[in-house]
């Protein structure tokens, strides 16, 4: 009934436990596609130590991780796709409680579970005043959520249709970084996510690869962009309110993060995709600091945005 796609680039350390995690779930009526994404190391290697014949493995040419998912889907032979990242892991329950989720609201298409990001000293809760109470599920609007809050889906904690996944375009490849969230927001359009809140994803976070010290390149950040273009028109009225507070925050604060790492022509093409969703004040800010140069931009945005 479930094909779990798990990319898989380097990451011998940990991809054991995660299909380890996978293999141990309570409810068993779902087949594991690795797409291995041109690893150097010994990973490939470790997915083929395991013998259960539930686990396909599929051996590519490196083309990211956007381009791996997407081939994972298309080998999928069942109708619910879950992602799982090659260093993440599920609770035991984690498909079980997806399953119920199923039941529970038929007609829907995307689910999401309660997560922690695991840090290498600490373990940090998803949580928030929008999400239901603990140990419930219910309907509730992405849109709404990332206006003041991360977002309710991530690519370890989301099981969605396949057909859903097809007709929306899937992963876009090419993008380096936030093709996750660039999915969520074109799927999440026009459904709702059904949102189980329980701690049943477990998402492994380097500290060190935060995106205050990862470039975030301009080609991603304006497709992303033009993302938000393609998707507001899509949005209820209510819906455009939450997406006017997210676009007016996500752009302002990671163009004042990563801007001294983008050339003159790059600023400039950003600011004319920026202008489509920012109030005057922030634009003026960007505008600004697109010519200027200080140790901390963003932080002084902070201070005086109010």
């Known amino acids: 009934m479930?094909?779990?796609?798990?990319?898989?680039?380097?990451?011998?350390?940990?991809?054991?436990?995660?299909?380890?995690?996978?293999?141990?779930?309570?409810?068993s009526n779902f087949e594991v596609i690795v797409v291995d994404d041109g690893s150097t190391d010994r990973s490939v290697a470790v997915v083929r130590s395991f013998s259960d014949d539930r686990i396909s493995l599929f051996e590519k040419t490196n083309a990211g991780v956007s381009v791996a998912r997407n081939y994972g889907v298309d080998q999928a032979k069942y109708p619910w796709i879950?992602?799982?990242?090659?260093?993440?892991?599920?609770?035991?329950?984690?498909?079980?409680?997806?399953?119920?989720?199923?039941?529970?609201?038929?007609?829907?298409?995307?689910?999401?579970?309660?997560?922690s990001r695991v840090f290498k000293d600490q373990v940090e809760r998803y949580a928030h005043e929008m999400l239901p109470e603990e140990g419930t599920t219910s309907k509730m609007s992405y849109f709404k959520v990332i206006s003041n809050h991360l977002p309710l889906v991530n690519s370890s904690n989301v099981v969605l249709r396949k057909a859903l996944f097809l007709e929306t375009g899937g992963f876009r490849p090419g993008m380096r970084q936030h093709e996750d969230?660039?999915?969520?927001?074109?799927?999440?359009?026009?459904?709702?996510?059904?949102?189980?809140?329980?701690?049943?994803?477990?998402?492994?976070?380097?500290?060190?690869?935060?995106?205050?010290?990862?470039?975030?390149?301009?080609?991603?950040?304006?497709r992303y962009m033009q993302t938000m273009g393609e998707v507001l028109p899509r949005l209820s009225n209510q819906d455009k309110k939450y997406f006017t507070l997210y676009t007016n925050t996500y752009i302002s604060r990671s163009f004042l993060i990563h801007c001294s790492t983008y050339t003159k022509k790059e600023r400039n093409q950003l600011l004319d995709e920026a202008k489509n969703f920012l109030s005057s004040f922030r634009f003026f800010v960007l505008k600004f600091a697109s010519s200027v140069s200080f140790l901390n931009l963003y932080g002084i945005f902070k201070k005086i945005k109010g």
């Not at 094909?3 to 309570?26: D, G, H, R």
């Not at 035991?92 to 038929?106: H, R």
């Not at 059904?194 to 049943?200: A, D, G, H, Q």
């Open 2 to 27: 479930i094909s779990v796609v798990i990319p898989l680039y380097n990451k011998e350390a940990f991809i054991a436990e995660t299909l380890e995690s996978v293999l141990s779930q309570t409810y």
């Open 82 to 115: 879950a992602f799982l990242d090659a260093d993440d892991w599920w609770a035991p329950t984690f498909l079980e409680e997806v399953v119920k989720g199923f039941d529970q609201f038929p007609k829907e298409l995307i689910f999401a579970t309660g997560r």
């Open 181 to 222: 969230h660039d999915l969520w927001m074109r799927i999440c359009a026009q459904n709702e996510v059904i949102f189980i809140n329980e701690n049943l994803s477990f998402y492994r976070k380097n500290i060190e690869n935060s995106a205050s010290q990862n470039k975030y390149s301009a080609k991603d950040f304006a």
